[in-house]
Each structure stands twice: as C-alpha cells, then as structure tokens.
C-alpha cells in the first residue's frame, strides 16, 4: 500500500504541477520547505551541521535563515523536476545561464564525449536539459529508488529532456558502461560525484574540511582519454519575466582538469578530484543555500560514533541516508 501511494503521489506531483500556474506551484513548494524546517528532524539536522561548516562565521540566527533558505532552494529543484518536461525549450534556455562552457561546445561540435562533475548544487536536470541543446545529450548514473515504479518514472521523465539513464545497481557495471559511452562519443558524461557512495572513493578537502568523494570522473577522463571539467550549478534571482519562478540556474564551467602531479592513476585521480572540489569551493560558500547537502559528508561526521556526530540527537530515526543521489547523477 505504501508503494502504491507513493507512486500515485508522484505520478499526481508531475501531472499536477505542470499545469498550475507558476506562483501557485512555486509558492506551494515554499510552503513545504518552510513546514519541514519547523518540524526538523534528521535531515534538516545534517544541512544545519553541513552549513555550519561551510558558513562558520554565521551566527545562530543567520544559520536558521540560511537553512531556510536552503530547503526552499532544495524544494525548488523537486518543482522544477516536476514541471520540467512541460517547459519548451525557449523556456529552458531562458532559465539557464552558462559561463565558461567555450571549451565543452568545440568539443562537442567534434562528436566528442566530456566528462563533467557536479555537486548537489542548484537544478542538475535542468542544466543537463540546457546541455542538451546547447552542447550534447546527457549521460549519466542513478541509483535505483523504491519502488521501481518511481524510479521508471524518474528515467522517463530525464529520457524526455535528452538524459540517458544508466543504473546504479540491477543491470550492466556502470562503470563499464561508462567506458563505452565515452569512447562511443557525442555525449556529456555528468556525475554527481561530491559524495563517494562505494567506500572506494578519495579524500579531499572541501570548503577547508576533509570529505570523500567518488573517483569515477576523474579514472573515467583518465582512462578514456575523453575531458574533465567541474561545473558549479546555483540559482540566482532572475530578472523580472525571465527564469523559473523569480529565479534562474547559474552553470558555471571549470577550465579543463589535468593532474597536475606524476605517478600511479590512483595519485592522478585524487588530484583531478581535489581541483574539482576547489571549483565548488567558493559557489558553497557564496550561494550556500544552493548546496543541497542533507546528508553527512565531512569525514569528522562519517568516523564519529552516531551519538557523537554534530547532525545526530537522540530522539531521531536510526542513521540511514535518505540520498539525494538517488534523484540525480551519481559518480
């Protein structure tokens, strides 16, 4: 019954949504954010703990703001998503500002394949949307949600904007999958790759804190031969009768990644990723509420007992990631 109502209550937010006009849909969303932020819980608890870091000089009061602002920042994503596949593509172009992307455009006007990592930062689908316009269709990783029914609705709705789906678990290695889509070329490889999923991934340091993240872009680029580059995605307010809802999604591209040290793969790789997290770096800490981070990352928080760890109270839910990734690319 549970499964059953949560695919109806998904079918219902894509159908709904894309025909209620935007104040009301946008204004619905606010409202959602703003009742979770009261009632708390695990998940506010961690994006609190993950600003904070980000954030330190910011007092108590500024903090609660910033949360705020931050879980409307995330539930405009979830709207956005919803609404997506409705919006023409004079509308999604319109939505989406790009800096940097020069590079990435003369490589795709060759039919070759870019590896780009991003963070859980402003709207991936719609940047990924504009991509496949504006440069080249997209690939990327999913993790499979439960029930399949949501996940069959979620690969449907990113095959609708041009976004190839490869799973997680369940089907071919991803990884090898990967592989072949790079060297096939003519497509953006985007993973969301500021969390590291498999216990394979490196340590880095972001926003001046130790964190693991996944490798496969950087092993993918290094292996393949195909470019790296790191996008930092953020919402900022639109200006007036363009955008989504009051505001528009930043992409602002990295220069293309090389190591910049000699050695194994592994030392490449680590280098390629630490660059990667220097290029989100100052969007964290300049948009922090774009940073969709409800989960723990910071290496302090993964090796702590859970009743030591700064998002952790006692009265909460045993300590399983609901992931975000879920929803979007993951490395």
């Not at 689908?125 to 690939?139: H, I």
């Not at 290094?222 to 809802?245: D, F, M, N, Q």
């Not at 989960?295 to 030591?308: G, H």
Request: hydrophobic share 40%.
């Amino acid at each position: 019954m549970t499964d059953r109502l949560t695919v109806a209550g998904f079918k219902l937010g894509w159908r709904t949504l894309r025909v209620l006009p935007e104040p009301v849909a946008y204004g619905l969303f606010d409202r959602i954010a703003d009742l979770s932020v009261r009632r708390g819980g695990k998940r506010i608890e961690r994006l609190r703990s993950n600003y904070r870091r980000a954030r330190p000089e910011l007092d108590d009061a500024a903090l609660d703001a910033l949360v705020r602002d931050g879980m409307r920042s995330y539930m405009r994503y979830y709207c956005e998503a919803f609404r997506l596949p409705s919006l023409s593509r004079a509308q999604i172009d319109g939505a989406v500002v790009s800096r940097g992307e020069e590079e990435l455009r003369a490589f795709a006007a060759k039919g070759e394949t870019v590896v780009v990592f991003v963070g859980h930062l402003g709207n991936f689908d719609l940047g990924a949307a504009w991509a496949a316009t504006q440069l080249a269709p997209v690939t990327t990783v999913a993790e499979r949600l439960e029930p399949e029914a949501v996940f069959e609705e979620f690969v449907a709705f990113r095959n609708a904007i041009d976004m190839d789906i490869i799973p997680l678990t369940g089907g071919e290695d991803p990884f090898t999958a990967l592989v072949r889509v790079a060297r096939a070329g003519g497509r953006v490889i985007a993973l969301a790759s500021d969390r590291d999923l498999t216990s394979n991934g490196v340590e880095v340091e972001l926003v001046g804190h130790p964190v693991r993240m996944a490798k496969g872009p950087a092993v993918l680029s290094l292996l393949t031969g195909a470019p790296l580059y790191c996008a930092s995605i953020h919402y900022e307010p639109a200006p007036k009768g363009t955008g989504l809802g009051g505001y528009r999604t930043v992409v602002e591209f990295s220069e293309r990644l090389r190591p910049r040290v000699e050695g194994p793969t592994a030392a490449k790789a680590r280098d390629l990723i630490q660059q990667c997290a220097d290029h989100l770096t100052p969007t964290i800490r300049e948009h922090t509420s774009s940073w969709h981070m409800l989960q723990r990352v910071f290496v302090d928080d993964l090796d702590r007992p859970p009743d030591q760890r700064p998002d952790q109270r006692p009265d909460h839910d045993s300590d399983h990631d609901s992931d975000h990734d879920s929803e979007r690319g993951t490395g």
